[in-house]
């Protein structure tokens, strides 16, 4: 099975009824406050949408439960629970793969740091996280794919606008778009999401700065690269590369790089340079764990290199705050103690270079969620996109009367 766009099927729902659908495809049960006030919609409209898909059997609603305060209100909730996702991110540095339900709790992670060759190694990834979350393939729903470059929404079927040979490389398993590999293997449908953007999302979502309505995320990881999240949604931009930090212009006279400019900013300030940089001056390799485990410890000399390199992203990042004015500054969290230490650097560079009302309303902290943050972020975009239901999910495929989901 193919890669869906995200145009939607018409299955008979009206607007509100697919806002309160989406309100519910976590499979949680709210009142009908907590959805007003998630959709910004009117009780009234509420209320009717409800009715109509009670009716055609959708979604039902629950008796009330004692709460502590005030009269306790009637929940709703999808009749039949929503199944569960299955994600798989492939990015330069490793592999993850993934079980979530729809409400983000990870039921299965499995990572790998080997230079493993899709499709069949990365589909037998999947295939041990399916088995380590003790559930058969069947009870997937539908997959998400993490993978560098542009994400497909936004009407986009087939492998997209590659940019890039160095997006190809990723994307294309064996010669087959990488969504054709899954969707068959799982018979489900799939969606491509960048992968810097689902972290981002899950942080945004899930993670302690879930409060903020302007978030930007940085991945440090898997390159560098950033995802900027808005009232809860992902912000991609025309060409659905927004936030591609690494390719900020640093060097007229720097390196050509793979997106075809010259001197991007990540050929000098990224992790794998940091750790190419620490090997010549030590003597000896050094990988992501290490600079968590020195950090950990406080071994000053690589505080040092990671706090200098938090500042000369923060240089950066500060011109972001001047545009913006986010809420939170959140650092990729698979850094462990490391990802502490760049937020501060990346702190002493918002402090230095942006107004000082700006710097100071900005929070700036490591994210929280570790690998799971782009597990997370899978089960939030499922949701914020209303891919259940424009996939026709069998909890949700469409009135009795109307159009047939195909
Ligand atoms: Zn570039």
Redesign the pocket.
């Known amino acids: 099975m193919s890669m869906t766009a995200g145009a939607g099927l018409d299955n008979g729902f009206t607007g509100t009824e697919r806002a309160v659908l989406r309100a519910l495809s976590d499979g949680r049960r709210r009142t009908v406050a907590e959805v007003c006030a998630e959709l910004s919609a009117a009780r009234s409209s509420v209320v009717h949408a409800l009715s109509g898909l009670q009716a055609a059997g959708v979604v039902v609603e629950h008796p009330a439960e004692r709460s502590a305060r005030g009269r306790p209100a009637r929940g709703w909730s999808l009749a039949a629970s929503p199944g569960l996702l299955a994600v798989v991110v492939a990015a330069a540095h490793g592999f993850l793969a993934g079980v979530v339900r729809p409400d983000g709790e990870v039921l299965a992670a499995v990572h790998s740091t080997a230079n493993l060759t899709p499709p069949a190694a990365v589909l037998e990834l999947l295939n041990r996280a399916i088995a380590q979350a003790e559930i058969s393939a069947r009870h997937i729903e539908l997959a998400v794919l993490g993978l560098p470059g542009p994400s497909l929404f936004a009407g986009t079927a087939g492998p997209g606008p590659l940019g890039g040979s160095h997006l190809r490389r990723f994307r294309d398993w064996a010669g087959r778009p990488a969504a054709d590999v899954v969707g068959e293997h799982l018979n489900r449908p799939v969606f491509c999401e960048n992968d810097a953007n689902l972290a981002a999302l899950g942080e945004a979502v899930y993670g302690e700065s879930a409060a903020a309505d302007t978030v930007l995320h940085v991945s440090l990881t898997h390159g560098t690269g950033a995802g900027l999240v808005i009232g809860g949604k992902l912000h991609r931009g025309g060409s659905r590369l927004a936030g591609e930090i690494g390719?900020l212009h640093v060097d007229d006279g720097g390196q050509l790089?793979?997106?075809g400019?010259r001197g991007?900013f990540w050929q000098t300030t990224s992790i794998p340079a940091l750790l190419s940089e620490l090997a010549t001056a030590h003597g000896r390799t050094f990988s992501v764990s290490d600079l968590d485990a020195a950090a950990a410890a406080g071994e000053l000399e690589i505080i040092r290199a990671l706090r200098g390199f938090g500042r000369s992203l923060g240089r950066r990042i500060a011109d972001f705050v001047v545009f913006l004015d986010p809420q939170a500054i959140v650092v990729d969290s698979t850094l462990g103690a490391a990802s502490h230490v760049i937020a501060d650097g990346i702190r002493e560079a918002v402090d230095q270079y942006t107004p000082p009302q700006l710097a100071a309303s900005v929070q700036i902290s490591s994210g929280s969620l570790g690998v799971s943050a782009h597990l997370k972020g899978a089960a939030a975009l499922v949701r914020t996109e209303n891919l259940l239901v424009d996939t026709g999910h069998a909890s949700v495929a469409g009135r009795p009367s109307g159009t047939a989901p195909s």
């Open positions: 390719h790089c793979e997106c400019a991007c």
